[in-house]
């Protein structure tokens, strides 16, 4: 229950007269008011809202969130923003979110307060989605714009966006058009009312006219400031990933908790061993456990020494680095068969500085339950009283210790705390074996394992496995068993048609799964024309969402048709297409993945139980949190923690994270930074009228609801 605390509105001389101070000092106190640093979110249910909430959970950003929906909700009035702390009159929220400019009825006593106090502490307001009209600083989209689908366009943001707070973006604002079906984005176009002061963040071009409209624009009024938007989007579209950053650091003054940077890592499996190949009559792949055993013929896909080149040259070129996860006993059995001669493995160690290396133990068994492949899907073999054979804890240590011997005697740069287990096995799979495998926790503390990836399609909360906390990977939807295109394809089709098409029927049985299809893929144009940009966006969407969790593919990815390229150079080229290079993709190797992680389930979990509190008082910042739980922040460039530089820089600020010993920790902000306005007060001081209330879509327009692409 909220503690319920007795507000007044008090004038610079009721400050005076409270504090028994001298007129110069109350002055000097009253201009500095104390603001906290949250968040207020007024919701109405829509998905605007919505998603702006869902940036700031990802960020580790505290908010307070008001459902106009619901009833016995609080009332919003002065006692609920503003109050006294310690004589000195305390903001309780630093920014307001509105769903629109407007929600309320007529005569709203609650957009009365809410119009008072953001005048009063210079508490900005954004208004999540709200309709082009002069009471937002616009003309009607009637008096020469546009109402209607954005789908596809380019938005630019303006050079005033990019001097303030969108300049981590080049420019270029694409609105996503995934479906001719489906109306993914709706907007209303408009430039400034006559008069009115508005500066346009982010435009796009008034169809059938040679003026461009705002989306995203700043409107100056009666001593207030709001961020108008005027396109609908949810949390998944690409548009509103975009510029999301851009609405927090508007609203918070590039003052707030939390942070949220765009990281990319790619883990190459298999390394140094073979994979099975697709077999395009059978519809399963030899060698492995979906074909049952004995048919077909395995053709194992195995990168070469000019995969190597190619992966290298790729990597200079792009800045990035890869992550191979190897497994030693493949290169021994080349060997083996070709009188001692592995000219792949002979590449890879001669440039093994070039890539990140992951033990994936060494010959990539199966470390769960002992399997039964006699039948399709394969069974956990079981003991007399029906329990399930596990692999013991001897024979997963030496999977791990023999695959990191090799590894050192190859002169691998090893983390020998990090392992990838084959088919991310040993951890709990649904439907056949759903606990993971009792000994695996014993073998890991065995070798020092304290990182270990799990398949984030299956097991995507972090968890304790031992010793050992798992990083969740996710699978890029290349299949390890195709080294050419149309392989690919093949398979592709008869995973995801209808059995009537000749495919698996799975999406029949499973009508959730998001990427059926509707008729076969061409399997010459079906992987460059379907597969690699849905896969690119996919992989981009997570990205711009600030999702640190690497991806994984197959050496065979690399190999023969290189399938992988096309997906990744999506990837890195769009990403550099829409950021400025203060706006770096983060590649970190899967160990500081995990940390990055940690600390952030517990950042957010002190958040969230009111454990985390923060407030500003002109230039300085005071954080309170548990010991032992790292603070993270986003501060203005030239910050500083106790006389020592604060965070690194990032997207034109800086953030970091700084250990909590349970005292307040205070920041000092660099004066050029804005500070929070003044308390206003006194005489000439009047009562703040509420704007009137907002027309939603005037007659004859219809609103469709927010697009609902996600990933």
């Known amino acids: 229950m909220k503690r319920t605390i007795r507000t007044t509105a ?248 939390g942070a949220t940077r765009n990281y990319f890592a790619v883990h190459v499996d298999d390394v140094f061993a073979a994979d ?33 080149d190619y992966a290298t040259a790729w990597e200079q070129q792009h800045g990035f680095t890869l992550d191979l996860v190897y497994n030693g006993a493949g290169s021994v059995d080349q060997r083996s068969d070709d009188n001692g001669v592995d000219l792949l493995a002979d590449k890879l160690i001669a440039d093994r500085s070039k890539f990140r290396w992951v033990n994936h133990t060494y010959t990539h068994a199966f470390l769960g339950c002992q399997q039964d492949v006699t039948v399709v899907p394969w069974k956990c073999d079981t003991n007399a009283d029906g329990s399930a054979k596990w692999v013991s804890r001897q024979d997963i240590s030496d999977e791990i210790a023999l695959n990191r011997v090799w590894g050192q005697s190859a002169g691998l740069p090893l983390q020998n705390d990090e392992l990838v287990t084959g088919e991310h096995s040993g951890l709990r799979i649904s439907p056949q074996q759903p606990a993971d495998n009792p000994n695996l926790g014993p073998a890991l503390a065995d070798n020092g394992v304290t990182w270990i990836a799990s398949d984030n399609s299956r097991d995507p909360a972090q968890r304790q496995v031992g010793p050992a906390t798992t990083v969740s990977r996710y699978p890029m939807n290349v299949f390890y068993n195709a080294g050419h295109a149309s392989e690919q394809v093949d398979e592709y089709n008869w995973i995801y048609t209808s059995r009537a098409q000749g495919g698996s029927g799975i999406c029949e049985d499973n009508p959730a799964t998001t990427t059926c299809l509707p008729a076969p893929l061409d399997t010459a144009t079906g992987y460059s024309g379907h597969i690699v940009p849905l896969e690119t966006r996919i992989a981009l969407g997570h990205v711009l969402a600030g999702d640190p969790k690497p991806h994984f593919i197959h050496q065979s990815n690399l190999a023969e048709d290189r399938l992988a390229y096309p997906v990744l150079n999506g990837v890195l080229d769009g990403y550099h297409a829409l950021f400025t290079d203060d706006a770096p993709l983060v590649n970190l190797r899967m160990k500081d993945i995990g940390v990055e992680l940690k600390r952030r389930a517990a950042w957010q979990t002190a958040v969230q139980a009111g454990q985390v509190s923060a407030y500003r008082i002109g230039g300085t910042v005071t954080v309170t949190a548990p010991s032992g739980v790292a603070v993270t922040a986003t501060l203005p460039a030239g910050t500083t923690l106790n006389g020592a530089a604060f965070g690194t820089s990032y997207a034109g600020a800086v953030s970091g994270w700084t250990p909590s010993a349970g005292q307040p920790l205070t920041l000092t902000v660099p004066s050029s930074a804005p500070a929070p306005a003044a308390v206003h007060g006194g005489a000439g001081h009047g009562p703040v009228t509420a704007p009137a209330p907002r027309t939603r879509v005037p007659s004859g327009v219809s609103r469709p609801a927010a697009g609902t692409t996600a990933s």
Request: net charge negative; hydrophobic share 35%; with cysteine.
């Open 10 to 257: 008090l004038t610079v001389g009721a400050l005076v007269a409270a504090l028994g101070l001298p007129a110069g000092a109350a002055h000097a106190d009253a201009t500095a008011p104390r603001v906290d640093l949250r968040t207020l979110i007024v919701s109405d249910g829509g998905p605007a809202t919505d998603a702006i909430a869902a940036e700031l959970d990802t960020a580790g950003t505290p908010y307070t969130e008001i459902d106009l929906t619901q009833s016995g909700r609080p009332v919003i009035d002065a006692a609920f923003l503003a109050d006294t702390v310690d004589g000195r009159p305390r903001a309780k929220y630093q920014a307001v979110v509105l769903p629109n400019d407007n929600p309320f009825p007529a005569g709203s006593a609650e957009m009365t307060a809410l119009a008072s106090y953001e005048q009063t502490y210079g508490v900005p307001q954004v208004d999540a989605y709200t309709y082009a009209r002069p009471e937002a600083g616009l003309q009607y989209p009637t008096a020469g714009g546009y109402s209607g689908s954005i789908d596809g366009v380019q938005a630019e943001v303006t050079a005033a966006g990019k001097a303030g707070p969108f300049g981590y973006l080049k420019g270029a604002v694409p609105f996503e058009d995934n479906s001719p079906t489906v109306g993914e984005s709706y907007a209303y176009l408009a430039q400034p009312a006559p008069g009115a002061d508005f500066t346009p963040y982010v435009e796009a071009p008034i169809p059938g006219g040679s003026t461009s409209g705002s989306l995203v624009g700043e409107y100056r009024h009666d001593g207030r400031r709001e961020l108008v938007v005027t396109f609908v989007y949810n949390q998944y579209q690409e548009q509103f990933r975009l510029l999301a950053r851009g609405i927090v650091e508007w609203m918070t003054g590039g003052v707030h908790l």
């Open 276 to 308: 099975d190949r697709w077999d395009t009559q059978l519809n399963c792949t030899p060698g492995d456990v979906d074909c049952p055993v004995g048919e077909g013929t395995p053709d194992p896909i195995r990168m070469t020494p000019a995969d190597v």
